[in-house]
């Protein structure tokens, strides 16, 4: 019997998670990689052996369909966010069927348009203009709503925060804009265009979920604790998973999935990111993918659930996947800063969060002598590392944290000579 095949794109990341599931429960996984190629710490992750078939794009989708045509494709999924606009060009052509609407594909990867067709659907969002040069800014910012206010620029397409850039009180947009426009991303595209919006403030959320048939599932919500590092104002620190009851979160998830409906999402895992403000739910964006950095496998940790294993449950032919989840555990991600640019030092004081009882893992990516920038996004968060903390008692996971920043404290970062 031939193994039904499923396409990967660019399973970076959280990406290769995917691969190694679906071969154990007999399907055949395929690896598309899209030019550009992004960022080196995301192809760095890339598994080749993982999978069964590798293809390149050659700047012809056509082509591609043509040669995955024979292969008996059951459905085409995004591993990482520069793969998103080519899965669902190839999704649309070879499984119809598994498919999110062809017609609202530019609102799934551009953020300008992302924020119009949720703005469109009647859902409350922040107020934002799109611009290819600065000057087309110049009305919006002078806006009685806008004046004054602080201002958030990013990158219409990009990833992990790269790029964005806060003006306090509106200082300095258009510097901010000019820095990102004609600037090579993260993912490997050319910033041609540039969100100004007005900034939201209140504590940020994040809503996993899988679509199967237009019907979106949580697998598990999370909420980010960012802080200031010099002029970065939004790095990551930590990610705690929340239970379905926890407040607010009904609200959010209610958010969230109209926010789904109206970019089209009909199959397939979404990563989104909301901001609760005083007012309600706030869009900050819908990601076409799963979460990155191992993020599902934390999930499975905390929820018994993820995108990945609904989408091999789905596969194999189930469909009355569970409305929600129950949290099982408290689990807490720790994300390491390095507050200024040097020489790493010290690292061994890390091995002792090894020996905390509810770690689970330690990823530490340095080592002494390692020169080091100073954490600014989440891509740079990463260089240097994280760690990941499980129990059921909220209480454990409390107490060894305030010893896992203890520790991490005692490794430093010296001046370069």
């Known amino acids: 019997m031939t193994k039904r095949t499923v396409v990967i794109v660019d399973p970076y990341s959280s990406g290769v998670l995917y691969a190694p599931a679906l071969r154990r429960a007999g399907f055949s996984p395929v690896a598309v990689r899209s030019i550009p190629f992004p960022a080196e710490q995301f192809t760095s992750s890339f598994r080749p052996d993982d999978f069964e078939r590798h293809m390149l794009e050659d700047g012809n989708p056509d082509s591609l369909v043509r040669q995955l045509a024979p292969l008996g494709v059951t459905a085409v999924i995004p591993g990482s966010e520069s793969g998103v606009r080519l899965a669902d060009r190839l999704a649309a052509e070879l499984v119809p069927a598994t498919a999110h609407l062809p017609s609202l594909a530019h609102c799934r990867y551009h953020k300008g348009h992302m924020v119009a067709a949720v703005a469109a659907a009647g859902l409350p969002v922040t ?82 979920t899988f679509t199967a048939e237009g019907r979106h599932v949580v697998t598990d919500v999370c909420r980010y604790t960012k802080v200031s590092n010099g002029d970065s104002f939004a790095v990551y620190q930590d990610v705690d998973f929340l239970a379905m009851d926890a407040p607010h979160v009904p609200e959010l998830i209610a958010y969230v999935r109209r926010a789904l ?62 409305d929600g989840f129950t949290l099982r555990r408290a689990v807490k991600v720790a994300m390491f800063i390095a507050k200024d640019n040097g020489i790493v030092t010290d690292t061994e004081a890390f091995e002792s969060i090894r020996s905390l009882p509810t770690c689970r893992g330690l990823h530490i990516n340095v080592r002494n002598g390692t020169r080091i920038e100073a954490t600014s996004d989440l891509l740079s968060s990463l260089r240097l590392g994280w760690a990941l903390l499980a129990h059921q008692d909220q209480a454990h996971v409390d107490r060894d944290y305030a010893r896992l920043r203890t520790y991490a404290a005692r490794m430093r970062i010296v001046a370069a000579s």
């Open 261 to 322: 409906d109206a970019l089209g999402f009909r199959f397939g895992p979404a990563h989104t990111e909301v901001i609760l403000t005083a007012q309600g739910p706030r869009l900050v964006e819908v990601n076409s993918r799963i979460a990155g950095s191992g993020m599902p496998a934390a999930a499975e940790l905390a929820t018994g659930n993820s995108a990945v294993r609904l989408l091999v449950r789905q596969l194999q032919g189930e469909r009355d996947h569970p």
């Open 127 to 208: 107020p934002t203009v799109c611009v290819r040069e600065p000057n087309q800014a110049a009305d919006f910012v002078q806006r009685s709503d806008i004046t004054g206010h602080d201002l958030v620029i990013k990158p219409a397409t990009s990833v992990s925060s790269d790029g964005v850039t806060l003006a306090p009180g509106g200082r300095g947009w258009r510097s901010a804009v000019e820095a990102l426009l004609g600037r090579t991303n993260a993912i490997g595209v050319l910033n041609e265009e540039v969100l100004v919006q007005r900034r939201l403030t209140g504590p940020e959320y994040v809503v996993n």
